[in-house]
């Protein structure tokens, strides 16, 4: 594969099934000066599986603000940095836009390596309209939550939300309180992992099959639009 020049490079990872990652990836990695990462100890099993032997540098929502000008100084000297979140494409309901607007203002080349996300198997398993969505991420836990799901309420397009398991049914009840009963709706959980399941059914339905369970895992869930 090519030699990196020195740049930003955003790089996917695994969601649950380690094996879900690029040959470009993997190399990527290797030759990166140093990689950014949301927690270490996650990403060094990742890196220890395919024999990666780069530094890791943490870089989450507490410190991005007060790192992200060092890094970009080490790219402006000739530094390869890579960036990963603990699953998944950073960004996306992840750290990584700061440092991306921040090289975007210092003219540094970015590569955006594509890769796993667990919106799109969400909705493509959902069974519901997937040629147009609206991903919302993860909902406010207090402040601006019911404004935010108000705005959906007249959505006509695929809705796809993240949620924990602690906050799950809280979620399931404020939408059917939004959408009624009957509104059809998809939970996948666990993508990918030994334990991936996907349910389906009306908001009601999905309420029952989890309420008074023992609720693990990390959910996207995938609410039917509007019909007119």
Request: charge should be positive; charged fraction near 25%; aromatic fraction near 6%.
């Amino acid at each position: 594969m090519n030699n990196l020049t020195k740049g930003l490079y955003i790089v996917s990872t695994p969601i649950g099934n380690l094996e879900d990652i690029t040959f470009r990836s993997l190399d990527t990695l290797k030759k990166s000066d140093y990689i950014l990462c949301e927690d270490t100890r996650v990403s060094k099993k990742l890196l220890s599986k395919y024999n990666i032997d780069v530094p890791l540098i943490s870089f989450h929502s507490y410190n991005e603000h007060k790192t992200v000008q060092k890094h970009i100084d080490q790219i402006l000297n000739g530094k390869r940095i890579s960036l990963i979140s603990d699953a998944g494409t950073p960004s996306i309901s992840d750290p990584g836009f700061l440092i991306v607007r921040e090289s975007i203002n210092n003219d540094i080349e970015i590569n955006c390596l594509p890769g796993p996300t667990a919106l799109i198997p969400a909705i493509v398993n959902s069974g519901l309209s997937s040629d147009r969505f609206v991903f919302e991420g993860f909902l406010p836990a207090k402040k601006g939550r019911n404004k935010r799901l108000n705005n959906l309420l007249n959505e006509n397009r695929s809705i796809i939300i993240y949620e924990s398991p602690k906050k799950i049914l809280k979620l399931l009840n404020e939408l059917i309180n939004l959408f009624g009963e009957q509104r059809k709706a998809s939970i996948s959980r666990e993508i990918s992992k030994i334990y991936q399941e996907n349910i389906r059914g009306t908001l009601k339905e999905l309420l029952e099959k989890f309420d008074n369970k023992n609720i693990k895992g990390e959910f996207v869930i995938v609410i039917d639009g509007k019909k007119n």
